[in-house]
C-alpha cells in the first residue's frame, strides 16, 4: 500500500469541500485513495460498497441510515420510514432521509464506492441531496469509473467541488518506486523509465508487473526457467497474472467468477468439486487479488478489476459453461432460504421458469418491505423479454403492483397480459383464480363482474391462502356498491376474520373500515368508532401509513370523528388521507372513488367546500373513464349538487390536486424545474405552471416557502 501523500493533501486542504468525485478506469487505485481519506478523517466515517442491487432508492438510503447511524444514532423515524411500503413512501423517502440527517450533531463523512454501478436516476438524485444536506463541515466522497449522472445542483457548487481524474490518480516515479521496493523489486532507472512509459502510471499495472518480475527474478534464482528474463513482463500485465496460474487454478477463478462473493460450499455446488474451502484460503494466502468479506476467513470476493478480467477470459474459453454456473448458482441459494440472490442468478442463466416461480413468491415481501422498485425490477426482466404472457401468474401480480402504486395503465396492460396468458395456458385452478382476484381490483367489468370474479377467486383459491380474505372483502364490496349494506356487513366481518387468522393486514383493515361506514350510516357511531379504530391499529400493526388503503381508513376515521363531534381529530385524518391522493386512480376504481367521496363528505363537514371540491374533480375524472361503480357515481353527483350551493370557499392545501401533489415532494429537492420535469414525464412548462399553482394555494411566493409550508402541514409524512 503506497500512501498516496499529494493527493490527500489536496483533499485534506480543500476543509470545506462538499463533495470529493474521483474518477477513473479500473484499477486507478480509487477505492484505495478513499480509503487513506477515511483514515484521515477519523472515527466518523460512513462508507458503503455499492453493487447493482442497490438501484432501489429504499436499499440505496437502508444501507445508508445503517452506515450514519453506526456513527451516530439516527432519529428512529427515519429509519421506520425506509421499511414503509407504497408509491408514497417511494416519492417522499428522500425528503424524510434528508430530514432526518438533521439529527446528527457533527459533520460526517459519507463515502460510497463504486458509484457507476447507480444507474437508477431515482438514486442518484437522492445521492446528490445526501451531499447538500450533511451537516456543515460534513464531506460525501464517491469513487466511480465514469463522471455519475448527478443532478445539476452539484455541478454548480462552487469551491464545494474537488474532482479527481485518471492523470491526478496515476502514480508518478517516485511513487511507483515506493511501490516497487514494497513489492521488493528493485530497478535502475531505465527500468523504472520502462516501467512508467508502458503503464502511464497505472497503479495496477505497476503493481502486477512488479509481482510478475518479482516472481520472475525469483524462478531464475532457482535455475527455472523465467517468463521475462528479470526484465518487466512485455504486454499487458493482467493477462501476464492469469498466464502465470496452473491451468487448474484458472478454471477455479474464471468459473467461481459468476458470483458476486464466494464461500467453500457455494463454490462446491457450483463448480460440481470439493475442497473449495482450502482453494478458497490458498488464494487468498498468495495474494491473488482475493478479499476477504468476513473476519473469519470463510467469505470472499474477488477484486472487482481481477473479476472483470476473469469474466471476460470465461467468455472466450467456456461461454457454453456460464448458463450452468449460474443456474447451479441460483439452486445453492434457492435451497439456503436466499430467494432474491437466486432470483439475480436465475436471471443470468435465463431460466425464466425459475425466476417465475422465485418472484411469484418473493415480490410481494421486497414490496412489503419497501423496496418497490427491487420488485418492479424483476417484473420488468420479463416484460423486456416479452415473457409476461407465458406467466400469466406474474403478470397478475405485476398488474396488482401497479395497482397499488396507482399506475393504471401499466396494471391495465400487464392484467390483460395476464387475461391473454391464462387463456392460452393449460386448465390450473389456481391460476384462474388469482386473475379473477385481479379482476376484483381493476373492476374492468363492473359490480356484477366483480362479484363473480370474488366468488370465483374464493373457490379457486388454497384453503390457506391469504389471498381469501381479499376475496371475500370484495365480494362484501360488491354488496355495498350496489347498495346492499344488510348482505354486505356479515361477508365484511367474515373477511377481517379471515383476515386476522392468516395474517392479511391489509384486507383487515379494509374490511373493518367498510363496517363502520355501515355501522355509521346505521346510527350506531359507538360501533362505528370501535371499528374504525380496530382498523387503524391494523394499519399501525402492518405499517401501511404509506399504502393505497391508509388513505380510505383515515378518511373513514375522519368521518367518524366528525359525528363524534370532534373536529381536531376529523383533521388529523383528513392530512395523511389527503397525502396519499396521487395513488388514488382508475388502476383501482371502486377503491379510489370510494375513499375520495369519503373523504369530500370530511372536508364538507370541516367547512372546506374548496376540499371537496378538488377530491370531487379526482373522483370525476375516474367515473367518466370507469362508470359502472354501482351507487358511486349517484353519491358523486349528490355531493356536487350540495357543494354547488356550498360556495367556492378559501383554497389552501387541502385544493391541491392530485398532480399538484405528486409535485410536492421533488419540489422539495434541489432538482431545478426542467430536471422534475424529466422525471415526471412533462414539459417544464407544465411544471412551472403547477409550481405556481402550489404556491398560489399555499399562499406563498417561492418555492423556499412553499416547502417551508409544506413541512409545517406534514404532506410529505415528515
Known amino acids: ?15 470545506t469541500a462538499r463533495l470529493v468525485c474521483v474518477v477513473g478506469p479500473p484499477g486507478y487505485g480509487k477505492t484505495t485513495l478513499l480509503t487513506q481519506l477515511a483514515e484521515r478523517r477519523g472515527e466518523r466515517v460512513a462508507w458503503i460498497s455499492l453493487d447493482h442491487r442497490d438501484n432501489d432508492p429504499a436499499v440505496l438510503l437502508a444501507y445508508l441510515a445503517v452506515a450514519l447511524d453506526r456513527v451516530e444514532p439516527l432519529d428512529r423515524r427515519v429509519l421506520g420510514a425506509l421499511a414503509s411500503p407504497g408509491a408514497a413512501a417511494a416519492a417522499t423517502l428522500v425528503p424524510r432521509f434528508v430530514a432526518g440527517l438533521s439529527s ?43 463522471r455519475p449522472s448527478l443532478p445539476q445542483a452539484l455541478s454548480r457548487l462552487r469551491g464545494e467541488l474537488v474532482e479527481v481524474g485518471p492523470a491526478e490518480l496515476a502514480m508518478g516515479e517516485g511513487e511507483a518506486r515506493a511501490l516497487l521496493e514494497l513489492a521488493g523489486v528493485r530497478l535502475d532507472d531505465a527500468e523504472v523509465a520502462e516501467l512508467m512509459d508502458r503503464t502511464e502510471g497505472w497503479p495496477v499495472g505497476l503493481y502486477l508487473a512488479s509481482s510478475a518480475m518479482a516472481a520472475d527474478r525469483q524462478r531464475a534464482a532457482a535455475g527455472m526457467s523465467s517468463s521475462g528474463n528479470g526484465q518487466p513482463v512485455s504486454g499487458h500485465p493482467l493477462p501476464g497474472l492469469l498466464s502465470r496460474l496452473s ?109 417465475a416461480r422465485l418472484v411469484a413468491t418473493t415480490a410481494f415481501a421486497a414490496y412489503a418491505s419497501g ?53 392460452s395456458a393449460p386448465a390450473d385452478q389456481a391460476l384462474g383464480a388469482s386473475v379473477a382476484l385481479l379482476r376484483t381490483l381493476l373492476c374492468p367489468d363492473g359490480v356484477a363482474g366483480m362479484r363473480a370474479d370474488a366468488a370465483a377467486a374464493w373457490a379457486g383459491l388454497a384453503p390457506d391462502s391469504p389471498w381469501r380474505a381479499t376475496a371475500l372483502l370484495m365480494e362484501g364490496i360488491s354488496h355495498l356498491l350496489d347498495g346492499q349494506a344488510e348482505q354486505a356487513d356479515p361477508i365484511l366481518a367474515r373477511a377481517a376474520e379471515v383476515a386476522g387468522t392468516f395474517g392479511a393486514t391489509p384486507a383487515a383493515s379494509a374490511a373493518l373500515g367498510e363496517r363502520a ?23 399501525r400493526a402492518g405499517r401501511l401509513d404509506d399504502y393505497v388503503l391508509a388513505a380510505f381508513v383515515h378518511a373513514v376515521a375522519a ?35 370510494q375513499t375520495l367521496l369519503e373523504l369530500a363528505r370530511a372536508y364538507l363537514g370541516l367547512d372546506d367546500p374548496a376540499g371537496a371540491r ?66 415526471l ?37 415528515t
Not at 647 to 671: F, K, N, V, Y
Request: net charge neutral; charged share 25%; hydrophobic share 45%.
Open 247 to 355: 491451468p487448474t487454478t484458472l478454471a477455479f477463478l474464471t468459473r467461481t467468477a459468476v458470483l458476486d462473493e464466494l464461500t467453500g460450499p457455494l463454490c462446491d455446488s457450483v463448480l460440481e468439486v470439493s475442497g473449495s474451502d482450502q482453494v478458497l484460503a490458498s488464494l487468498a494466502d498468495s495474494n491473488q487479488l482475493l478479499v476477504p468479506v468476513d473476519h473469519r476467513g470463510r467469505s470472499y470476493r474477488y477484486h472487482q478489476l481481477l473479476r472483470d478480467l476473469l469474466l471476460a477470459e470465461l467468455g472466450r474459453r467456456e461461454p457454453e459453461l456460464i448458463p450452468g454456473l449460474h443456474g447451479r448458482a441460483a439452486t445453492w441459494y434457492e435451497r439456503a432460504g436466499l430467494p432474491e440472490l437466486a432470483i439475480d442468478h436465475g436471471q443470468a442463466a435465463g431460466d425464466a421458469d425459475r425466476v
Open 559 to 593: 368521518r367518524v370523528a366528525l359525528h363524534r363531534g370532534d373536529p381536531a381529530r376529523a383533521r388529523e385524518h383528513v392530512r395523511p388521507a389527503g397525502r396519499l391522493r396521487p395513488l388514488l386512480t382508475s388502476a383501482m376504481p371502486h377503491r379510489s372513488v
Open 371 to 423: 423496496r418497490v422498485e427491487t420488485a418492479r425490477r424483476w417484473f420488468r426482466w420479463f416484460d423486456d423479454r416479452g415473457l409476461i404472457e407465458h406467466y400469466p401468474r406474474v403478470a397478475a401480480l405485476g398488474a396488482q403492483l401497479e395497482a397499488l402504486l396507482g399506475n393504471a395503465s401499466s396494471a391495465e396492460r400487464w392484467g390483460a397480459a395476464a387475461e391473454r396468458g391464462l387463456g
Open 1 to 15: 500500500m503506497v500512501e498516496r501523500t499529494a493527493l490527500l493533501e489536496r483533499l485534506l486542504a480543500a476543509p
Open 614 to 679: 378538488a377530491v370531487l374533480r379526482q373522483a370525476d375524472d375516474i367515473i367518466r373513464r370507469r362508470p359502472d361503480l354501482g351507487v358511486l357515481p349517484g353519491q358523486a353527483a349528490n355531493l356536487k349538487a350540495t357543494l354547488d350551493v356550498a360556495g367556492q370557499g378559501i383554497g389552501g392545501a387541502t385544493s391541491l390536486t392530485a398532480a399538484e401533489l405528486r409535485l410536492l415532494p421533488l419540489l422539495s429537492t434541489h432538482l431545478t424545474l426542467l430536471e422534475i420535469g424529466e422525471r
Open 681 to 717: 414525464y412533462l414539459s417544464r412548462n407544465t411544471v412551472k405552471t403547477q409550481a405556481i399553482s402550489i404556491y398560489r394555494k399555499l399562499g406563498v411566493s417561492s418555492r423556499s416557502e412553499a416547502m417551508q409550508r409544506v413541512r409545517e402541514l406534514g404532506l410529505l409524512g
Open 517 to 539: 361506514l355501515i355501522a355509521m350510516d346505521r346510527g350506531h357511531v359507538d360501533d362505528a368508532d370501535q371499528l374504525a379504530n380496530q382498523a387503524l391499529a391494523a394499519l
Open 104 to 146: 446528527l450533531t457533527g459533520p460526517v463523512t459519507v463515502v460510497l464506492d463504486n458509484l457507476e454501478v447507480l444507474v437508477n436516476q431515482d438514486c442518484l438524485d437522492a445521492v446528490a441531496e445526501i451531499a447538500l444536506w450533511l451537516p456543515s463541515g460534513s464531506q460525501l466522497a464517491v469513487a466511480s469509473r465514469a
